[in-house]
């Protein structure tokens, strides 16, 4: 890959970053029912996911939960710190990480990455959105005394908006593929 790529690609991977962080400067909208909020920040996840690919989409994922981690401010409502990372919601952030793997992975096996919008939409259904809101319910029911049944069927709540962040993502990152060359673009 050439130097200016190279380059062009870890642009575009900061800023992804930068989106994430502006995302997370949303409060989450609590829900009671379930200790996790209704959030923003995972349709970043998903853009970078399709934009960036499976190797810059996931260093992006993985440096801005780092960075959360090590107490900087950056999850909704400008939370951050290790202890989130062991707690109810955490299990949704491990599953943010697999998102750009599974997502480019589907889109692989399904032969076509570019030219049908249902089928991408699709696949965001089952990456961005059903593996990270499995992911967190079995998390959260081994987190709290919640069973495994109960928390499954808590997340439910969130399937709507989250297929409606899935619609915006494919929507949005067709429109910017016409216009920019993404690192995602090659997978
Ligand atoms: C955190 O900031 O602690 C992580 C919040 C995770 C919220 C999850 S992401 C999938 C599902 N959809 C939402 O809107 N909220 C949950």
């Known amino acids: 890959m050439s130097h200016s790529k190279l380059t062009h690609y870890l642009t575009q991977t900061a800023l992804m970053i930068a989106l994430l962080i502006v995302l997370g400067f949303l409060p989450g909208i609590p829900l009671g029912v379930i200790p996790v909020p209704i959030v923003l920040q995972n349709m970043g996840i998903m853009i970078a996911a399709a934009l960036l690919g499976p190797r810059y989409g996931t260093a992006a994922i993985a440096l801005f939960l780092f960075l959360a981690f090590l107490g900087l401010p950056f999850l909704s409502g400008g939370?951050?710190?290790?202890?989130?990372?062991?707690?109810?919601?955490?299990?949704?952030?491990?599953?943010?990480?697999?998102?750009?793997?599974?997502?480019?992975?589907?889109?692989?096996?399904?032969?076509?990455?570019?030219?049908?919008?249902?089928?991408?939409?699709?696949?965001?259904?089952?990456?961005?959105?059903?593996?990270?809101?499995?992911?967190?319910?079995?998390?959260?029911?081994?987190?709290?005394?919640?069973?495994?049944?109960?928390?499954?069927?808590?997340?439910?709540?969130?399937?709507?908006?989250?297929?409606?962040?899935?619609?915006?993502?494919?929507?949005?990152?067709?429109?910017?593929?016409?216009?920019?060359?993404?690192?995602?673009?090659?997978?």
């Open 79 to 187: 939370r951050g710190g290790a202890a989130i990372f062991v707690g109810p919601t955490a299990g949704y952030m491990f599953g943010w990480l697999l998102v750009p793997v599974v997502y480019w992975a589907l889109m692989k096996l399904a032969g076509n990455h570019a030219t049908n919008g249902w089928l991408e939409f699709a696949i965001m259904i089952v990456a961005g959105v059903l593996l990270v809101d499995g992911i967190g319910s079995v998390w959260l029911s081994m987190q709290s005394p919640m069973p495994l049944a109960g928390s499954l069927t808590s997340n439910l709540v969130f399937i709507p908006g989250d297929i409606l962040k899935a619609a915006l993502t494919i929507i949005i990152v067709r429109v910017l593929r016409k216009r920019i060359a993404f690192a995602g673009n090659g997978q």
